[in-house]
């Protein structure tokens, strides 16, 4: 069987449109994988190791803003308690739903754990993050329309 790029189209709209939470779908060497749930994987693919790496924070300049960091400033320590909201997978991040449209957040405003945040796109399909925490957007850590890479901080939210 020969699958078609339409025919991956038909079948993310039909996930878009139903109440799934996950579509898989393998046929011969071709295999599919949707979620509504930025962690989830694929059947039998390994969570990527973890990583430790030093918080990124803004600059006072980009903080005041709502700006993300300018490539090749020095980011700064941000407080233990914050959370980062991370990037579930490789695509260009976007803060608002569409051109021209108000942000999804901005600093300082108040999230709840099932607040959208942003939009990360990868070949016309676009997964909804979520904040995941209560409290309060202190940084956006990324540009927007920049490329992102999994794991990659977008946003410090602190914890209310």
């Known amino acids: 069987m020969n699958i078609q790029p339409q025919d991956i189209d038909a079948l ?3 996930f878009e449109a139903s109440d799934w939470d996950e579509l898989h779908l393998k046929i011969q060497d071709f295999e599919l994988f949707l979620s509504t749930d930025p962690k989830s994987r694929a059947p039998g693919t390994a969570a990527p190791p973890s990583v430790a790496m030093a918080p990124a924070a803004l600059p006072t300049a980009a903080r005041e803003s709502g700006a993300g960091v300018p490539r090749g400033e ?3 320590a941000v407080p233990g308690n914050w ?3 991370t990037a579930p997978n490789l695509g260009t991040f976007y803060r608002a739903p569409k051109p021209g449209a108000p942000s999804f957040v901005e ?3 108040s ?3 099932d607040t959208e945040i ?3 796109e990868v070949m016309k ?3 909804t993050l979520k ?3 209560r409290g309060i957007v202190r940084q956006v850590c990324v540009e927007d329309a920049a490329m992102v890479e999994f794991g990659d901080t977008l946003f410090y939210i602190e914890p209310a």
């Open 111 to 113: 999230v709840e754990p």
């Open 83 to 85: 959370v980062a909201v």
């Open 125 to 127: 399909l676009f997964t």
């Open 107 to 109: 600093l300082g405003q």
């Open 118 to 120: 942003c939009l990360i």
């Open 12 to 14: 993310i709209e039909l």
């Open 131 to 133: 904040a995941g925490v």
């Open 74 to 76: 020095a980011p700064r």
